[in-house]
C-alpha cells in the first residue's frame, strides 16, 4: 500500500496540489484554478481541491487516504475562517490527519528551516505572517481595501490601468503604459481597456497579466511604473516590518521570507528597495527568496506532521531545485474567468 502525505496550496488564482511518498519522493502534483472561499465560496474551493486530489491519486494509485495532510489556503484569514476550512477538510476522506492554515505560511516553511521568523507574500494579493520563538504569531486581517492593504498583482495590474488612462486624458505623466497596456489585450486604447473591466468583458483576475509589463517598465525607467513599483516595495517593507516588531524581533537574527511570485520575479528595483527597507529597521534579519514555491512549504510541512526524516525533506527540496516536478493542469480544469467578489489578499 503507498503511504503518502498531502499538500495543498490553494491561492486566489491556482491552486497546486501534491502527493508525497513518506520519503520525500513527490509521486503527483497537479494545477489547477483559484481555490480562495472569498471567491468560489466554501463548497466551491472543496470541490477543486477534490477534483485535484483524484487526479494525482489516479496517477500516484493512491487507493487510501493519506497519511498527514497541510493544506494552505487564501481566504483563511481570521480565526473562524480557518475553523471552517479545518472543518469542512476533516469530514473529507483526502487524509487521516490534516491540518489548515493561512498561505502565507506554506511561504514561510519554504524559505527557511527554523520554527520561526516572517514571511510576506504578493501573488494575486498581499499578506503576511510572522512566528516568535515562543510561538506567538503575528497576522493581519489582509481583507484589501477595507484592511488598508495595497499590493500583489490585483493593485499593481489596477494601478498600471489607471496610469495610462490618466496619461492619455491629461491627468496624469506620459508613460509607456499607455501604449503596453492596450496591446496586451488587444484593444486600441487604456480608455478601451478600462470600460471592458467596467462592462465584465474582461474578468478582474486579467489586470494581474500587467504587473510584469510593470516591472519591465520600471527597469527601463518609466516613471509611473517606478512609482508603482516603489510603493509596492514600501507595502513589503512595511508589513515585515510591522511583523518583526510585534513579535520583539527587530533587533534579532531571523530570516524574513518573500514568496508568491511578484516577489520571486526577479525585479532589481523591487528587490532592492524591500531588502533596504527591512534592513533599515532590522539589520540583523536574513532577507530570504523562497527558493520553491509554496508547495513546497506544504509538502514540508505534512511530512514532519507525517514524523519523516531529515533525508526526506531533502529530497523533496532537490527534485523541485532539479525541475523534476512539473504542474501539469488537469483535463478538465481551466483557469476560470470568474469575477473578483472582493480583493485578492494573498
Excluded at 499590493?151 to 508613460?175: F, I, K, N, S, Y
Aim: proline share 4%.
Amino acid at each position: 500500500m503507498t503511504e503518502a502525505v498531502l499538500a495543498v496550496d490553494g491561492g486566489n488564482s491556482k491552486t497546486d496540489l501534491a502527493l508525497v511518498g513518506l520519503d520525500g519522493t513527490v509521486l503527483a502534483a497537479v494545477r489547477g484554478p483559484g481555490s480562495s472561499p472569498h471567491h468560489v465560496g466554501l463548497d466551491g474551493a472543496l470541490a477543486r481541491i477534490d477534483a485535484l486530489y483524484r487526479q494525482a491519486a489516479a496517477v500516484a494509485g493512491l487507493e487510501e487516504p493519506a497519511t498527514y495532510g497541510a493544506l494552505t489556503l487564501a481566504g483563511a484569514d481570521l480565526p473562524e475562517e480557518e475553523a471552517a476550512l479545518q472543518a469542512a477538510v476533516e469530514e473529507r476522506v483526502w487524509a487521516r490527519q490534516a491540518v489548515v492554515r493561512n498561505d502565507t505560511f506554506a511561504v514561510l516553511h519554504t524559505g527557511t528551516d527554523s520554527a520561526y521568523g516572517v514571511a510576506v507574500v504578493c501573488g494575486a494579493g498581499i499578506n503576511c505572517v510572522g512566528v516568535a520563538p515562543d510561538g506567538r504569531v503575528a497576522r493581519f486581517l489582509a481583507l484589501g481595501s477595507v484592511t488598508g492593504d495595497w499590493g500583489g498583482g490585483h493593485d499593481m495590474g489596477l494601478g498600471a490601468l489607471g496610469a495610462a488612462v490618466r496619461a492619455d486624458d491629461g491627468r496624469g505623466e506620459p508613460t509607456v503604459l499607455s501604449r503596453l497596456v492596450p496591446r496586451h489585450f488587444g484593444l486600441a486604447s487604456a480608455a478601451e481597456v478600462a470600460i471592458a473591466f467596467h462592462g465584465h468583458r474582461l474578468s478582474g483576475w486579467r489586470l494581474t497579466e500587467l504587473t510584469p509589463l510593470v516591472l519591465a517598465a520600471a527597469a527601463d525607467g518609466d516613471s509611473a511604473s517606478c512609482g508603482l513599483t516603489d510603493r509596492l516595495a514600501q507595502e513589503v517593507t512595511s508589513f515585515a516590518v510591522a511583523a518583526l516588531e510585534r513579535l520583539d524581533l527587530a533587533g534579532a537574527q531571523v530570516d524574513v521570507v518573500l514568496g508568491g511570485g511578484i516577489l520571486r520575479a526577479g525585479s532589481a528595483r523591487l528587490d532592492e528597495r524591500v531588502d533596504a527597507g527591512i534592513r533599515a529597521a532590522a539589520a540583523h534579519v536574513r532577507v530570504v527568496r523562497a527558493p520553491h514555491p509554496p508547495l513546497v512549504g506544504c509538502a514540508l510541512m505534512a511530512l514532519a506532521g507525517a514524523g519523516a526524516d531529515t533525508a526526506a525533506r531533502d529530497r523533496l527540496r532537490a527534485q523541485f531545485t532539479a525541475g523534476q516536478v512539473t504542474l501539469a493542469e488537469p483535463a478538465g480544469l481551466v483557469p476560470p474567468d470568474e469575477p473578483m467578489h472582493r480583493l485578492a489578499t494573498g
